[in-house]
T-cell receptor
Framework: EAEVAQSPRYKITEKSQAVAFWCDPI?????LYWYRQILGQGPELLVQ????????DSQLPKDRFSAERLKGVDSTLKIQPAELGDSAMYLC?????????????FGPGTRLTVL | GQQVMQIPQYQHVQEGEDFTTYCNSSTTLSNIQWYKQRPGGHPVFLIQLVKSGEVKKQKRLTFQFGEAKKNSSLHITATQTTDVGTYFC?????????????FGAGTQVVVTP
């Protein structure tokens, strides 16, 4: 069964350092989402891609966060510099696209700890 | 902006009992989805509701979409230890055409044998 891949699974960094997360969606999925999930809360959308284009990044802290999906396949989310409040689970999800009524398939996530 | 609220935040259930968790949106939804996240895991899709008043069943789980398409509920009968996890509802606003979901904070379910 096809799955969304994410790496690394865990990342510990010191504040002010740069971190990057990678996501490979299910093959053929045009829509890719990056979420942040703080412990005890639901996933919060950071950025949404349709193919290689950003369609929603209204909740992305653009002073320190950036995301790209250059070839419309895999994607990278970067934080520079990391702050203590960035400690969270970062989830990637993908859907087929072409319709807004699609289930989202989530990857295992990257748990970030900022010291 | 759109807000999705879930109650209760925590649900302790004795094995074999029934319970219901509720989801309310501040705006009218085009559809609502439910996800389950096991401890240490990632959200997994359970079901999607699209029509006003729609009711769907999956074994012991019954999902309902409100007539006004602003609320939903999940009812679990004869709870089992395998039902442990956090259940999230996620709604898509009628003004969105890109499939953006607003997740609630979830109901964390603990089952006592």
């Amino acid at each position: 069964e096809a799955e969304v891949a994410q790496s690394p699974r865990y990342k510990i960094t010191e504040k002010s350092q740069a971190v990057a997360f990678w996501c490979d969606p299910i093959s053929g999925h045009a829509t890719l989402y990056w979420y942040r999930q703080i412990l005890g809360q639901g996933p919060e959308l950071l950025v949404q891609f349709q193919d290689e284009s950003v369609v929603d990044d209204s909740q992305l802290p653009k002073d320190r966060f950036s995301a790209e999906r250059l070839k419309g396949v895999d994607s990278t989310l970067k934080i520079q510099p990391a702050e203590l409040g960035d400690s969270a689970m970062y989830l990637c999800a993908s859907t087929l696209g072409g319709s807004s009524y699609n289930e989202q398939f989530f990857g295992p996530g990257t748990r970030l700890t900022v010291l | 902006g759109q807000q999705v609220m879930q109650i209760p935040q925590y649900q302790h259930v004795q094995e074999g009992e029934d319970f219901t968790t509720y989801c309310n949106s501040s705006t009218t939804l085009s559809n609502i989805q439910w996800y389950k996240q096991r401890p240490g895991g990632h959200p997994v899709f359970l079901i999607q509701l699209v029509k006003s008043g729609e009711v769907k069943k999956q074994k012991r789980l019954t999902f309902q979409f409100g007539e006004a398409k602003k609320n939903s509920s999940l009812h679990i009968t004869a709870t089992q230890t395998t039902d442990v996890g956090t259940y999230f509802c996620a709604g898509q606003d009628t003004t969105d055409s890109w499939g953006k979901l607003q997740f609630g904070a979830g109901t964390q379910v603990v089952v006592t044998p």
